[in-house]
């Protein structure tokens, strides 16, 4: 799946603009997708020249005027062809988890900035679902699809947070280098535990 494909899933629910389908991906899917308004109105405009969405110009609320995006019979049929064709896979990438890799190389400092970051950021998605999960503008409650996705995304949020708080202090004792100094300790001990393990069994080395 990609953007495109979201797009027009989101448009199964009902016409959109793009800044409603910005949010819907902050809410429904802010834990496992991204996509912002970069990547939005390029898939938009790819999908109206392809006929699977039709755009039409509202005026705004006491602003500039706006587009509403509406799927088409043909973008409906796409979209579950897509859904029924794609595989389940579960892929994260996450560069606060490759960050967290190599914890042991930043400064104390660093790594505290990068958790309470991480932190921040999980509550406000935690935020966005919990709104989402009141339903739209006019009451309308989510689907039981888009409930589950929810569900799914708090549980996985808020099992991270928990482990963060839980961690964070064992992460810093368990190894944070404190400038160059401490990584040419460690190099230097390393290199006399190589030595030391060649002349192991020679007395005379």
């Known amino acids: 799946m990609d953007v495109k494909d979201l797009c027009l899933g989101a448009l199964t629910y009902g016409d959109a603009?793009?800044?409603?389908?910005k949010k819907f991906f902050e809410s429904t899917f802010s834990h496992c997708f991204l996509a912002g308004y970069g990547s939005i109105y390029p898939a938009l405009a790819e999908l109206t020249e392809e006929k699977l969405v039709v755009a039409r110009t509202v005026p705004g609320q006491a602003g500039p005027s706006k587009k509403l995006y509406?799927?088409?019979?043909?973008?409906?049929?796409?979209?579950?062809?897509?859904l029924e064709a794609t595989e389940p896979?579960?892929?994260v990438k996450s560069?606060?988890?490759?960050?967290?890799?190599?914890?042991?190389?930043?400064?104390?400092?660093?790594?505290?900035?990068?958790?309470?970051?991480?932190l921040k950021e999980i509550e406000h998605k935690l935020a966005l679902i919990a709104a989402y999960e009141c339903g739209d503008n006019a009451g309308k409650p989510p689907s039981s699809g888009a409930r589950f996705v929810c569900g799914f995304g708090k549980a996985v949020m808020g099992a991270a947070q928990n482990y963060i708080l839980?961690?964070?202090?064992?992460?810093?004792?368990?190894?944070?280098?404190n400038g160059n100094r401490s990584t040419r300790t460690n190099r230097a001990r390393a290199?006399?535990?190589?030595?030391?393990?060649r002349n192991r069994g020679y007395p005379n080395a």
């Open 191 to 197: 290199k006399a535990s190589q030595v030391a393990s």
């Open 17 to 21: 603009t793009g800044y409603d389908l």
């Open 89 to 91: 896979q579960h892929r």
């Open 95 to 118: 560069e606060f988890l490759v960050i967290m890799h190599f914890a042991h190389l930043l400064p104390a400092k660093r790594l505290d900035t990068v958790l309470d970051q991480h």
């Open 70 to 82: 509406h799927l088409t019979e043909a973008g409906r049929d796409a979209f579950l062809a897509r």
């Open 166 to 177: 839980t961690h964070r202090d064992a992460l810093k004792k368990g190894g944070v280098r």
